[in-house]
């Protein structure tokens, strides 16, 4: 069955590495999406892709970075790791043929920035 | 940029009681769309609406969608503990931001049996 996945599903860092974080998605989307989510905050838009070689920046995008170099897959990296990072991050995909499409989410990543 | 509210933030209630999530926005929306995460889970679409004044049910879910279209609420009658998590609205921003999502910041059920 075709599926988003996102690994690893927990990561611990330290304040000033990269990190990326992956995101694998088997449903031949064009469109797609990462999110952080903190309480009291909602999900909020870091990056989000239309299709590959294509990036654009979301609402809370400083300190991240993504590419898409095929259909499946979009990388999330954070350059440095600061504390404010500590957050759940979810992928999401969406076939990318109209405009009000539903979002597929992945399972997230918990991410702890130390 | 555009945002959607969502009232209220927390909401706790016991086993068969009603509930109702409430999403507002300051410009006519052209659709809305639910979802619904559960503790330690992911989320996953419920619904989306897109008539002005559409209701939409679902099991013991009713959906609606304001007149003016920039409102909608999430009513479950009688809750159950299979209720609990987060309900999100989201409005599909169109135009220019083709296929992004902008999200409420949730409504958190907690359902005491």
């Known amino acids: 069955d075709a599926e988003i996945t996102q690994s690893p599903r927990h990561k611990i860092t330290e304040t000033g590495r990269q990190v990326t974080l992956a995101c694998h998605q088997t449903?031949?989307?064009?469109?797609m999406f990462w999110y952080r989510q903190d309480l009291g905050h909602g999900l909020r838009l870091i990056h989000y892709?239309?299709?590959?070689?294509?990036?654009n920046k979301g609402e809370v995008s400083d300190g991240y970075s993504v590419s898409r170099s095929n259909t499946e897959d979009l990388p999330l990296t954070l350059e440095s790791a600061a504390s404010s990072q500590t957050s759940v991050y979810f992928c999401?995909?969406?076939?990318?043929?109209?405009?009000?499409?539903?979002?597929?989410f992945g399972p997230g990543t918990r991410l702890l920035v130390l | 940029g555009q945002q959607v509210m969502q009232i209220p933030q927390y909401q706790h209630v016991q086993e068969g009681e009603d509930f109702t999530t409430y999403c507002n926005s300051s410009?006519?929306?052209?659709?809305i769309q639910w979802y619904k995460q559960r503790p330690g889970g992911h989320p996953v679409f419920l619904i989306q609406l897109v008539k002005s004044g559409e209701v939409k049910k679902q099991k013991r879910l009713t959906f609606q969608f304001g007149e003016a279209k920039k409102n909608s609420s999430l009513h479950i009658t009688a809750t159950q503990t299979t209720d609990v998590g987060t309900y999100f609205c989201?409005?599909?921003?169109?135009?220019?931001?083709?296929?992004?999502?902008?999200f409420g910041q949730g409504t958190i059920l907690t359902v005491h049996p």
């Open positions: 449903w031949n989307h064009n469109n």
């Open positions: 989201a409005d599909p921003a169109g135009g220019t931001s083709y296929g992004k999502l902008t």
């Open positions: 892709s239309y299709g590959v070689q294509d990036t």
């Open positions: 410009t006519t929306l052209s659709n």
């Open positions: 999401a995909s969406s076939p990318g043929t109209g405009p009000s499409e539903t979002q597929y």
